[in-house]
């Protein structure tokens, strides 16, 4: 039997499905108040969304004027480890669905199946994947990038990021100081990202809006790209080393509505103590809808202090919760 293999033994207080930095901090809330409990996660890592972007700075977590995303996902495990035997982390383990029996659910995963009187989902809406730059060869060449694990391969070199988000701004910010010269280009003269950050990075970097992509080429084993201004027709013809593309994430499996739960915008409707339409089944981050929801790290890590509470308020209503002041 493999380490993650699930069984109906074990009726658990609470399953947290997704180890992203909303569902690790829920799995350790709930091992503080001593609940039990278990995360399952279908990638072979935690972190979520964060392992995406892991040398990325974070510049809105309370507490840290900047962090790298790995190193807020190192510190989120390492809170989370001091209460992994009182609730475990199964890495690779899809959940696929659930049915209520009488006072408790059955949840089925890949590797078999669980009991639990409550869940949270803490699926981030699935997995996602990123939009590629779409434009004839861009598959064939090597030095395109949807996403950044090491930032060495850009030691000194022309790098070009494509995109108008805080990932195209923050990875320009991020990697100033490695490479020979960062470029933004994006397609609008307004940027979706923080106004902050982008006025540095047009101090300190070449950013040329607004600008089509139109072409991909090798001469002499140099990259280019060929872009227009929008307004004016001008071209212009660009050498890059690198090229990061940062055109948003697409969602690549699991429709939220297969869950039999309440949804709205692809995301669970909920209760303002995060509870899904399923009583007992609780939904925090990323996968949660409700008006004014904000899709960062802060909030997710909020509502997982919400539902945590509530669980076990609902499940032991004698007993002080811890983070209950
Ligand atoms: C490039 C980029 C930069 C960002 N920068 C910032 C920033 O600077 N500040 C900020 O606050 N936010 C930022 N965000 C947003 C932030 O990453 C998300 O808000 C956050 O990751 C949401 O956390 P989550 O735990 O709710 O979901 P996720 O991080 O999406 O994690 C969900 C987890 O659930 C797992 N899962 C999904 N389905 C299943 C299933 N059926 N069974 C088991 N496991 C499952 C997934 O594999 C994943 O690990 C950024 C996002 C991106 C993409």
């Not at 013809?237 to 055109?247: G, T």
Request: proline content about 2%; hydrophobic content about 40%.
């Amino acid at each position: 039997m493999s380490e993650n293999q699930q069984n109906l033994s074990t009726l658990y207080d609470v399953v947290i499905i997704g180890a992203g930095p909303s569902g690790l901090f829920a799995g350790t809330l709930a091992a503080m108040n001593q609940l039990k409990a278990c995360i399952i996660e279908s990638s072979s890592e935690y972190g979520g969304q964060l392992t995406l972007y892991r040398e990325k700075a974070v510049y809105d977590m309370p507490g840290f004027s900047k962090i790298l995303a790995g190193d807020l996902v190192k510190s989120l495990y390492d809170q989370y480890l001091a209460y992994r035997d009182k609730v475990p982390l199964y890495l690779n383990t899809q959940a696929k669905s659930v049915k209520k029996e009488d006072e408790y659910f059955i949840l089925t995963t890949d590797h078999g199946e669980l009991k639990t009187k409550t869940m949270i989902m803490a699926n981030g809406g699935g997995m996602f994947q990123p939009r590629r730059l779409d434009l004839e060869h861009a598959d064939e060449f090597d030095n395109i990038y949807y996403y950044v694990q090491k930032t060495d391969i850009f030691k000194q070199k022309d790098l070009v990021i494509l995109g108008g988000g805080d990932s195209a701004v923050d990875w320009g910010l991020t990697l100033l100081d490695t490479a020979k010269s960062v470029t933004l280009i994006h397609r609008r003269n307004d940027f979706r990202a923080h106004e902050q950050n982008v006025n540095l990075l047009k101090e300190k970097a070449t950013v040329l809006t607004p600008y089509q992509t139109l072409e991909l080429s090798k001469e002499n084993e140099k990259s280019f790209l060929m872009i227009k201004h929008a307004e004016t027709n001008e071209i212009q013809k660009i050498k890059f080393d690198h090229l990061l593309v940062f055109y948003g994430m697409v969602p690549i499996r699991e429709r939220l509505d297969q869950w039999g739960m309440e949804v709205e915008k692809n995301a669970f409707k909920v209760t303002c103590a995060l509870e899904t339409s399923v009583k007992n089944i609780y939904a925090i981050g990323n996968s949660v809808y409700y008006e004014g929801k904000l899709r960062m790290i802060v909030t997710g890590l909020g509502e997982a202090a919400t539902a945590v509470g509530q669980i076990t308020k609902t499940l032991y209503p004698n007993k002080m919760s811890v983070f209950k002041h």
